[in-house]
């Protein structure tokens, strides 16, 4: 009976040793898939943060370039309407100084004379007025939207490269 006791106890040991050496590979198992889970878990949020960077960096652009797209239409719309304030002043001005020419007039031929050629004045100047507003505009808008324009081809720029 000792021998099946001896035998039991040795049988019981081994069991208990296979077991501790099972034990031990599945907590380093667990382990190593943790560390490995940690790591995974890290690395994206790194790469989130990284893209979030990014995109508050191309979004801080871009709005920079909006405000300096808004800043120029603004100084164009300044320049336009002192335009139009210094040409309704002129024209004020040539209207009040055309009545006085008009009423100095001698004779119907005269006044007649006299106001036709007021009216092409008035007209050319007119014309040159419209040149000079469209030239403003035309300005304007070109550099207006000159900074949203160097946005768009850096984000296309952009957008290419990641691909």
Known sequence: MADAAETVKKTADQAAAAATSAAAKVKAQAETMQA????????GIDKSTASMAELN?????TLEAMVESVTVAQ????ALSQQALGFAKSSWEDGVAASKELSTARSVQEFFELQTAWA???MERYVAELTKTNEIVTATVKDSIKPINERVTAS?????AAR
Do not use: D, I, L, M
């Open 57 to 61: 960096a191309h979004s801080k652009k």
């Open 156 to 160: 296309v720029e952009t957008f290419q």
């Open 36 to 43: 490995a889970g940690t790591q995974a878990f890290r690395e």
């Open 75 to 78: 100084k164009g719309a300044e």
């Open 120 to 122: 092409k004045k008035s």
